[in-house]
Structures are given as structure tokens and as C-alpha cells.
């Protein structure tokens, strides 16, 4: 103990032994909370929904949901709705889960035309900041961050918009479809449901579960299953 320190009393030494230290988390990571709901439903999607999935496309089972949309049959499992896809350059078939079927999906615009750069080894999926991410864009962010891996090998990379300017975006990148050339996904909370393609931004708009049928529409449309509207 240094020979200017004032010793402390008996009830000082008690207090700091009972009472440890405290930290208090008001300020959310955001990073970690999209990380951890994303990697979740990803995980739950691959591991409940994946396993034989592939036998009922051909096996001509009458107790699901199923038809036949420009060339592509979908089938509704448990839920959700699956369609088999082969990409441009592989000789392997992926099954590809969603929460909606093309039918339910026309009424949604697409408006513009995809630029190449979405076809990178990344893109940002950028969003507002909140203190708590809804459960639907959670949803949403998932599908999209496995169905672009999955089929495509890109890399999704989690930013904030940087609009709302929320602390708990520090640990991600701050990105718009402003201030990079490179491809950006950005979720607005919209009160209309839409789909934006602007140069090297996608706008996915909607509120709730319109969130994830945008999603689902973007998706189709990437992959050449439905056309613009």
C-alpha cells in the first residue's frame, strides 16, 4: 500500500468483497445481435428442413402443397416452400427454402434491372440501426445470407446505413447506397411493399412479414424464376 493511501475500514473491505462489478449493456451490439439471430435461423433451416427434402420432388407425394411455376416446381413443407435450382457453371442441384411461393409474390414491383456487381465475392446487407431488430427482418436478412451463399458463394457482410446513427454500429461498417460502389442490400422500413434496383443498390422494402415477401421476391427474381413487374 502506498505510504499516502488511506487505509480502508473493515466495512470498505466487506462492501467491494460482496459487491462485484457490474457492467451494464443499455448499448447493443448490433453486429453480434444480427450475427447470432442469423446464424440461428440459418442452422434450424439446414438442420429441421434440409433432410430428405430432395426425395419429395420426385417421388410424386400428394400430401404437400406443390405446383409447377415457369419451369420450376415448388413444394410447400412444414411451412415452407422449397424449389430446386442449379447455377450458372454446376452440375449440382440446390434446394432452396422460402417462406412464400411464387403465386403469392406477383403482386409485388420489381423495378429496374440487376447490376453485375451483385454478382461479387460480397455484398453489404445494410439496414437502419435499432436497439432491438425485428424478428421479420432478422427473418428476412437470414434467408437471403443463405440462399446467396449457398447458391452463389457471395459473402454477405452486415453495415449499418449510418441514417439513425445508433452506437450500437460501431463494430460494423457504416454503408449506403451513397457512399460505396460496391454492391449494397439495403432493408428499408417501408410502408409500401416494393423492390428497388439502383445501380449497385437493392432496396428491399416493407414492414413485418412484407419484409420477408420482398425478400422472397428478390430472390426469385435473381434467380430468373420470376420476371419484373
Known amino acids: 500500500m502506498n505510504e499516502h493511501e488511506k487505509p480502508k475500514n473493515s466495512e470498505e473491505i466487506k462492501k467491494e468483497e460482496k459487491e462485484p462489478e457490474v457492467h451494464h449493456y443499455k448499448k447493443k451490439d448490433f453486429k453480434l445481435l444480427i450475427t447470432i439471430i442469423a446464424i440461428i435461423l440459418v442452422f434450424v433451416l439446414i438442420i429441421i428442413f434440409a433432410p430428405?427434402?430432395?426425395?419429395?420432388?420426385?417421388?410424386?407425394e400428394t400430401n404437400y402443397a406443390k405446383y409447377i411455376y415457369n419451369g420450376f416446381t415448388f413444394q410447400q413443407v412444414d411451412g415452407l416452400w422449397y424449389t430446386e435450382i442449379q447455377p450458372t457453371g454446376s452440375n449440382k442441384l440446390f434446394q432452396v427454402p422460402l417462406h412464400f411461393g411464387p403465386k403469392t409474390l406477383e403482386d409485388i414491383p420489381?423495378?429496374?434491372?440487376?447490376?453485375?456487381?451483385?454478382?461479387?465475392?460480397?455484398?453489404?446487407?445494410?439496414?437502419?440501426?435499432?436497439?432491438?431488430?425485428?424478428?421479420?427482418?432478422?427473418?428476412?436478412?437470414?434467408?437471403?445470407?443463405?440462399?446467396?451463399?449457398?447458391?452463389?458463394?457471395?459473402?454477405?457482410?452486415?453495415?449499418?446505413?449510418?441514417?439513425?446513427?445508433?452506437?450500437?454500429?460501431?463494430?460494423?461498417?457504416?454503408?449506403?447506397?451513397?457512399?460505396?460502389?460496391?454492391?449494397?442490400?439495403?432493408?428499408?422500413?417501408?410502408?409500401?411493399?416494393?423492390?428497388?434496383?439502383?445501380?449497385?443498390?437493392?432496396r428491399i422494402q416493407g414492414k413485418d412479414m412484407e419484409m420477408v415477401r420482398a425478400t422472397d421476391r428478390f430472390l426469385l427474381h435473381w434467380f430468373g424464376i420470376m420476371k419484373p413487374k
Open 52 to 60: 430428405g427434402i430432395a426425395k419429395l420432388f420426385h417421388i410424386g
Open 110 to 202: 420489381v423495378t429496374g434491372t440487376l447490376d453485375q456487381r451483385f454478382y461479387s465475392n460480397e455484398t453489404y446487407l445494410t439496414m437502419d440501426a435499432v436497439e432491438e431488430l425485428p424478428k421479420a427482418n432478422a427473418l428476412a436478412i437470414a434467408e437471403l445470407s443463405l440462399n446467396l451463399a449457398q447458391l452463389f458463394g457471395i459473402t454477405p457482410v452486415v453495415a449499418c446505413s449510418g441514417k439513425l446513427n445508433a452506437t450500437g454500429c460501431d463494430e460494423v461498417p457504416t454503408i449506403n447506397c451513397q457512399n460505396t460502389n460496391q454492391s449494397v442490400i439495403y432493408f428499408e422500413e417501408r410502408d409500401t411493399t416494393q423492390v428497388l434496383f439502383e445501380g449497385n443498390c437493392v
